[in-house]
T-cell receptor, first 116, second 114 residues
Framework: GAVVSQHPSWVICKSGTSVKIECRSLDFQATTMFWYRQFPKQSLMLMATSNEGSKATYEQGVEKDKFLINHASLTLSTLTVTSAHPEDSSFYIC????????????FGSGTRLTVV | DQQVKQNSPSLSVQEGRISILNCDYTNSMFDYFLWYKKYPAEGPTFLISISSIKDKNEDGRFTVFLNKSAKHLSLHIVPSQPGDSAVYFCAASPPRGGAQKLVFGQGTRLTINP
């Protein structure tokens, strides 16, 4: 399956600033990547589908102007949390779509964002 | 609307015994199911999957059972080991036709006691 690198693994930022999270597919050309968010003790919630060379598709209720996604190459997708607020504090995880049997749904290691 | 449900938030099992994690779904269009294991502050790792055309898939200590009529799947781990302590998510996927999005359950925290 694919190897996915996510960076940074944790970040603390001040309210009002922006934070960029990178998701790299190291050995697989990923035309599609997914961004998830996990609140404590809750499920993984899909935020958006990132498509190489085109606009991301956001899930209902996710503010696209707040969570900017760029998928400029087959190996890199970025999620930028703009004007961060404490309620944006969460665990963000990316995944790469591959092929069955497990879809190559390989996940990154996640990024713990804390906004103070 | 929670299409994939894991009704047990936690489960505690003695080392060496069988762990059974359950998952229910509501969407009959789901045709592929996966189990993931997640440690704190890490991304989920794939464990095992099953297609809707099967009712059982086995991989070492892990076996997944699917009951389509009941819209229920379960993950059996036997024998359970301390390293199995983690949060387990079941996920479901609709029929493939382009990029597919997984729908996750809420997770079950499994604790294996020595």
């Amino acid at each position: 399956g694919a190897v996915v690198s996510q960076h940074p693994s944790w970040v603390i930022c001040k309210s009002g600033t922006s934070v960029k999270i990178e998701c790299r597919s190291l050995d697989f050309q990923a035309t599609t990547m997914f961004w998830y968010r996990q609140f404590p003790k809750q499920s993984l919630m899909l935020m958006a589908t990132s498509n190489e060379g085109s606009k991301a598709t956001y899930e209902q209720g996710v503010e696209k102007d707040k969570f900017l996604i760029n998928h400029a190459s087959l190996t890199l997708s970025t999620l930028t949390v703009t004007s961060a607020h404490p309620e944006d504090s969460s665990f963000y995880i990316c995944s790469v779509l591959g092929h069955r049997p497990n879809y190559g749904y390989t996940f990154g290691s996640g990024t713990r964002l804390t906004v103070v | 609307d929670q299409q994939v449900k894991q009704n047990s938030p936690s489960l505690s099992v003695q080392e060496g015994r069988i762990s059974i994690l359950n998952c229910d779904y509501t969407n009959s269009m789901f045709d592929y199911f996966l189990w993931y294991k997640k440690y704190p502050a890490e991304g989920p790792t794939f464990l095992i999957s099953i297609s809707s055309i099967k009712d059982k898939n086995e991989d070492g200590r892990f076996t997944v059972f699917l009951n389509k009529s009941a819209k229920h799947l379960s993950l059996h781990i036997v024998p359970s080991q301390p390293g199995d302590s983690a949060v387990y998510f079941c996920a479901a996927s609709p029929p493939r036709g382009g990029a597919q999005k997984l729908v996750f359950g809420q997770g079950t925290r499994l604790t294996i006691n020595p």
